[in-house]
């Protein structure tokens, strides 16, 4: 049966249109910088906040009672919650999801019946995404939720929770092959310490890198050709998780020889949560050649924990646009909305506004990014900030024609030149422009 029978196609009505139903900025069709919006922005929807968060929080229950959860039992409640999400992805054309495998179905009364009624959901999702054309993005394994992972999964002091860990990603492995995921995603929920009075923090790391080794060798033993990602998070449920921040996950990588397989899935919350800004994680991963994949969300500056709230400030979109189109733009990757309506807006049409209002900030932002270099503002400024080290004694430091010794017989001789200023509140002043003018 249909849940949103008195809410129609979102389609695009542009910025004068005042319809709450209908974008006024992301029309799938424009073309900007060579692609069109949908294949720039890769929208997705999160299978996990959409179909599964109730409104629940450390202090009152949940306020969502969704009608098609009205069944009888587990099982078919996430059945139904397949129709819901691709009738949701239709209407809202959004050619994505992602998942757990909790959100998916149940746990059963052990690991093979759990096994058993995933397969049982993979059989409907096929269904529906054969009906509709909508892809998987990614997926991954809830290995955080369950009090067996209180002290971790692939970084418990339990054996055996080990073990069921990895039992859970190869089954979630073999799950996202099936749908045609494009990437698999890594987030540690639980992968942390909350002191070091009790804990191997050597052993702990050596055993994730066991854990992420495996996988990437199980990828290539059932030929999942998808991308591996890592999502940093500094903390929250634990005091510190290993995957802090990209740079840290980095020197994971490097260290445990695992940078081959591995690129991120960058949250903007948890960028903000890690003391960074969206736009920095993200141009550390441009940087380094490892931007994979986008969680679009925004934290609450106020608040000093995941709120995961729908994007709706056009400032941080531009910005974070701005780095993922200097990266080539996102490839396997996509925007997904790790995002949640707020506990107060229990109301179905409420998920509709949400993502129109995601969807429509976030290509406010493309637009604004591809002008910006378009007209190559920051990148001639920045080009020009740098120029020393095109010529003379800076080209010899950039090519490593000088050591110590020639460098301290330049400045003996020639001394410095001049500073230039860095001009920052002129180009704020310019991005402001840019947001408030591009068409």
């Known amino acids: 049966m249909a849940y949103f029978e008195g809410i129609d196609k979102i389609n695009y009505e542009g910025p004068e249109s005042k319809n709450p139903l209908a974008f006024k900025y992301y029309n799938p069709e424009e073309v900007v910088m060579g692609k ?60 994505f999801f992602c998942f757990h495998d909790r959100d998916i179905a149940p746990e059963g009364k052990d690991l093979a019946e759990t096994f058993a009624n995933l397969d049982e959901i993979v059989v409907v999702i096929k269904e529906e995404m054969k ?155 441009r940087i380094n050649g490892v931007l994979g994949s986008v969680d679009a969300n925004q934290g609450d500056p106020m608040l000093g924990w995941d709120t995961d709230q729908f994007p709706t400030n056009v400032y941080d979109t531009t910005l974070a646009m701005y780095e993922i189109l200097l990266a080539g733009g996102l490839t396997k990757g996509g925007l997904n909305f790790d995002s949640k309506v707020r506990r107060g807006s229990f109301e179905e049409s409420d998920l509709f506004y949400s993502y129109i209002a995601g969807m429509d900030t976030f290509a406010r932002g493309l637009k604004v990014a591809a002008k910006l270099i378009e007209d190559k503002v920051f990148i001639n400024f920045i080009e020009n900030r740098y120029a020393s080290y095109k010529e003379g004694i800076g080209k010899d430091i950039v090519e490593g024609k000088v050591g110590f010794k020639e460098l301290e017989a330049y400045a003996l001789n020639n001394g410095i030149t001049p500073n230039v200023s860095g001009r920052q509140e002129l180009l704020e002043s310019i991005l402001n422009q840019y947001i408030m003018e591009t068409k």
């Open 131 to 285: 009906r509709t054309g909508i892809k998987c993005l990614w997926g991954t394994t809830n290995a955080f939720g369950n009090p067996r992972f209180v002290h971790g999964a692939g970084t418990s002091c339990n054996a055996t929770v080990f073990a069921y860990a990895a039992a859970q990603i190869k089954k979630a492995m073999e799950i996202t092959k099936d749908l045609g995921g494009e990437n698999y995603v890594f987030w540690g929920g639980r992968e942390g310490y909350e002191t070091l009075l009790n804990t191997d923090t050597g052993l702990e790391l050596d055993n994730l890198a066991r854990l992420m080794r495996m996988a990437v060798e199980y990828a290539k033993e059932i030929g999942f050709t998808g991308q591996f990602l890592i999502e940093p998070k500094p903390k929250e449920p634990t005091k510190h998780q290993y995957d802090f921040d990209t740079a840290t996950v980095l020197a994971f990588l490097r260290k445990y020889d695992l940078q081959d397989y591995f690129k991120m899935n960058i949250e903007a919350n948890h960028a903000t949560l890690a003391q960074h800004t969206f736009q920095h994680e993200l141009n550390q991963c």
């Open 36 to 95: 069109t919006m949908k294949e720039q922005c890769r929208f997705a929807m999160s299978y996990w906040h959409t179909l599964t968060y109730m409104g629940g929080d450390p202090f009152g229950v949940g306020t969502m009672f969704r009608p098609w959860d009205n069944q009888a039992t587990a099982m078919d409640i996430a059945k139904e919650r397949v129709h819901v999400a691709f009738e949701f992805m239709e209407k809202m054309q959004i050619p």
